[in-house]
T-cell receptor, first 114, second 113 residues
Framework: EAQVTQNPRYLITVTGKKLTVTCSQN?????MSWYRQDPGLGLRQIYY???????DKGDVPEGYKVSRKEKRNFPLILESPSPNQTSLYFC?????????????FGPGTRLTVL | KNQVEQSPQSLIILEGKNCTLQ??????????LRWYKQDTGRGPVSLTI?????NTKSNGRYTATLDADTKQSSLHITASQLSDSASYIC????????????FGTGTRLKVLA
């Protein structure tokens, strides 16, 4: 089944404890992206990647890191999480970066930073 | 500033009724507009995509319209079902070198039996 998977789905952590949220897609998509969704603000892009070893900042990159060593994986790293990073995170992928290709979203990761 | 605004914020209707959700955008240069459905606790799923040359696009009971002159779009849901209860998100793509997605904050629809 074609899908985007994220792990973990739920995570409660404490301020300053490094964490990684994994994202994997099995559709051979070039484009992958991370978003956070907060009440009243809609989805905001954190980082995106147009292909292996090509990543760029989105609208809200502060406090996050990403890497794209393989085409299928695009992990999101929080080196020192803070309470303002408590949010619902979505990974998405699309075939290309044309803007016309549908973005397929993962199931989401709900992160709470205490 | 690129912006996508949706109205209403929330809506409650009875099963079987029709409803229309609105999306106004100020995005330049405009590439396309997509409507997503997001069930609670799930990722968004695409319903329709339109460019400036398309006025109407349907997907089953969902019909999207686009007026590129007034920069408005609407999503009409016909004969609503309980499973239509979800958030509906309008997303506009801008192209300026690379593609940029601008998301609206969504309309939360509740369909009651």
């Amino acid at each position: 089944e074609a899908q985007v998977t994220q792990n973990p789905r739920y995570l409660i952590t404490v301020t300053g404890k490094k964490l990684t949220v994994t994202c994997s897609q099995n559709m051979n998509h070039e484009y992958m992206s991370w978003y956070r969704q907060d009440p009243g603000l809609g989805l905001r892009q954190i980082y995106y990647s147009m292909n292996v070893e090509v990543t760029d900042k989105g609208d809200v990159p502060e406090g996050y890191k990403v890497s794209r060593k393989e085409k299928r994986n695009f992990p999101l790293i929080l080196e020192s999480p803070s309470p303002n990073q408590t949010s619902l995170y979505f990974c998405a992928s699309s075939l290309r970066t044309s803007g016309w290709d549908e973005q397929f979203f993962g199931p989401g990761t709900r992160l709470t930073v205490l | 500033k690129n912006q996508v605004e949706q109205s209403p914020q929330s809506l409650i209707i009875l099963e079987g009724k029709n409803c229309t959700l609105q999306c106004n955008y100020t995005v330049s240069p405009f590439s396309n507009l997509r409507w997503y459905k997001q069930d609670t606790g799930r990722g968004p799923v695409s319903l329709t995509i339109m460019t400036f040359s398309e006025n109407t696009k349907s997907n089953g009971r969902y019909t999207a319209t686009l007026d590129a002159d007034t920069k408005q779009s609407s999503l009409h849901i016909t004969a609503s079902q309980l499973s239509d209860s979800a958030s509906y998100i309008c997303v506009v793509s801008a192209t300026s070198g690379t593609y940029k997605y601008i998301f609206g904050t969504g309309t939360r629809l509740k369909v009651l039996a």
